[in-house]
């Protein structure tokens, strides 16, 4: 009797030390509208029959330590199926093999999964632990680690971006990254890491699933703080840098924060002197005394940096009041040529008249005067007859006579050929 019953401890050790469930992986993350593997091996005693096998998920409000069996979300029995996994399993149905594929998972599917399985003789067990299953809802989010916890990050920092969304980061995808909406080639996995950020590295970043645009992240920028980069100094004029002419300095740089304080200083023989504090500097008539070397030193939170120094030379123009008296004198001298032209012109018009309306000219008139006709004067009358041809001015009164002294008749011809 003794022996029997040690036999039967035995036996009965032995069948409970076969009874078993083991889940592998036990924490799983997929993304959502995906399908995850629930891998899963069972034992039970060799001399018993299986029952029932199912896998079941405890509701919100019940325990979620596997105590309390909530819906059925695979059953031997599949009228035993709750109405939202149906369709959406698929049981190995092996020996001994209890995983089980749920597809098209979303974010009701968060919880704890166990699988729990009845035999003859009233044999049950539920796997202990189960499985806790995160569904990654999308969009994408990007959190960024810094060796320094709440800090700014800095040059030199190391940095790690990952890529996950608030539930958890689903493991083994290929994901692609992306500064500034341009992907970086060689960033594929999960997190991108920098060992040491620079100046360079400032920008908006984001993360995908590789090849899918749908899944992308909302950009983080990586606020990288920095001294002033690139000082250096742009001169704005109006035309050429000359005597009278505006000119502007900018000091120009790249930093993060922005520049808070700028110096500018002008170098001449040797002596350095500090002429300005803003970001530019004007100068509101160029003139020689403006000549000189200057540079501008930008500085914010982080450091300072000395711009290249540039060389300013004034080029000397003649005086505008020297310009306007020699515009005006010159102006002056061209009237009284052309009023010399003018007058010439006039003159040279009023000699060529004659001979240009000659038709005018033989406009002849033959005055008489106490002109008798020869039949009357007979006797012993000298005649005195003298032909005279004159071109006369018409202002001309007084004409030449040739007056005959010899007798009593006095006979006058004068042929006037005169202009009208
Ligand atoms: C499951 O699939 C079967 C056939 O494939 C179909 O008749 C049934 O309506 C589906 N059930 C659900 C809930 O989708
Ligand atoms: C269990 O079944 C699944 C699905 O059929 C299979 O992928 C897996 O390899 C099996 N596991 C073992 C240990 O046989
Ligand atoms: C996956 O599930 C969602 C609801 O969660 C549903 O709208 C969608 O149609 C399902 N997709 C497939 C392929 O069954
Ligand atoms: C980053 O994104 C913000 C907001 O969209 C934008 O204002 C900013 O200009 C971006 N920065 C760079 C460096 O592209
Ligand atoms: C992604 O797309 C590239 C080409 O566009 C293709 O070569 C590659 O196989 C795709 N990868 C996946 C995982 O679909
Ligand atoms: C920068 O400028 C602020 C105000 O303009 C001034 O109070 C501060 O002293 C300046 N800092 C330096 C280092 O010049
Ligand atoms: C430069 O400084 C020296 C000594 O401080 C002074 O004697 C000289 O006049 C200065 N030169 C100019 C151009 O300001
Ligand atoms: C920048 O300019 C300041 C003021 O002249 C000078 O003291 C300093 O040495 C300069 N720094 C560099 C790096 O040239």
Known sequence: ??????????????????????????????????SVDFKCTFDYPYYSTLETTKWFKPEAHQKQDGTQVGISVYHSNTAEIHQLYKNRTAYANQ??????????VSKNDNGMYFFRFEYSNRG???????????????????????????GHIHEGDSVTLTCGTENCTPKQKLFAWFKNQRLIP?????????SSVSHHDFGNYSCALKNSSST???????????????????????????????????????????????????IKEANVSHIGFHREF??????????????CIAK??????????????????????????????????????MFGLIIRRIQITLKKQPTEQTPAATATE??????????????????????????????????PRCISQEGDTVIIYSLLSYKE
């Open 282 to 295: 004007f100068i509101k008539s160029a003139s020689q005394k403006d000549d000189g070397q200057y540079f």
């Open 95 to 104: 020996d001994r093999n209890c995983s089980l594929q749920l597809h098209n």
């Open 186 to 194: 060689e960033a594929t996995d999960i997190e991108f890491s920098i």
């Open 300 to 337: 914010n939170d982080m450091g300072s940096q000395n711009s290249t120094v540039i060389a300013l030379n004034v080029e000397v123009t003649i005086h505008q009041n020297f310009l306007l008296i020699a515009t005006a004198v010159f102006l002056i001298l061209m009237a009284v040529v």
């Open 216 to 266: 992308s992240a909302d950009e983080i920028l990586l606020d990288v703080k920095y001294s002033p980069k690139n000082v250096e100094i742009a001169v704005l004029t109006s035309g050429k840098i000359q005597e009278g002419n505006s000119l502007t300095l900018i000091c120009m740089s790249n930093a993060n924060p922005l520049v808070t304080n700028y110096s500018w200083f002008l």
């Open 366 to 399: 033959e005055i008489y005067e106490n002109l008798r006709k020869s039949s009357e004067s007979e006797g012993n009358f000298t005649k005195c007859v003298i032909y005279a041809d004159l071109s006369l001015p018409p202002s001309t009164s007084d004409r």
């Open 1 to 34: 009797m003794f022996y029997i019953s040690i036999l039967l401890q035995l036996l009965l050790s032995a069948a409970v030390a076969s009874v078993s469930v083991s889940y592998n992986p036990k924490s799983i993350c997929v993304l959502e509208r995906s």
């Open 124 to 150: 049950k067990y539920t796997g202990q632990g189960g499985i806790h299953l995160s569904v990654a809802v999308l969009p994408f989010r990007v959190t960024v680690k810094t060796q320094k916890e709440n």
